[in-house]
């Protein structure tokens, strides 16, 4: 079982910055890849970026692709994402989820999620 806790979301303009974390407890955080997703109102869930289990290896969506960062410190058992250049359309609900061994960009092979946090970008 892995606990998920997403925070530093909020209100930004659009062009700005926020970083987002991810901690994650419970079983050994090394065991597993990590991604975004988002959610914006009426839309499915989407894909927005995932990391290894050692950092080496990341994947972005093309809508975030040059402005969006995700990395990883296991010794701190968190995930990042760094998200700049901000738009009105990457207004959702960003979730941190967790899944064994291969990173994967797809939500449904992910096992374990977080809450949730808001991002909103105005225009």
């Known amino acids: 079982q892995v606990q998920l806790v997403e925070s530093g979301g909020g209100l930004v303009q659009a062009g700005g910055s926020l970083r987002l974390s991810c901690a994650a407890s419970?079983?050994?955080?090394?065991?597993?890849?990590m991604g975004w997703f988002r959610q914006a109102p009426g839309k499915e869930r989407e894909f927005v970026a995932a990391?290894?289990?050692?950092?080496?290896?990341?994947y972005y969506a093309d809508s975030v692709k040059g402005r969006f960062t995700i990395t990883r410190d296991n010794a701190k058992n968190t995930v990042y994402l760094q998200m700049n250049t901000l738009k009105p359309e990457d207004t959702a609900v960003y979730y941190c989820?967790?899944?064994?061994?291969?990173?994967?960009?797809?939500?449904?092979?992910?096992?374990?999620w977080g809450q949730g946090t808001q991002v909103t970008v105005s225009s």
């Open positions: 989820a967790a899944k064994r061994l291969i990173v994967t960009m797809t939500p449904s092979d992910y096992n374990y």
């Open positions: 419970g079983r050994a955080f090394i065991n597993y890849a």
């Open positions: 990391i290894s289990r050692s950092g080496g290896s990341t």
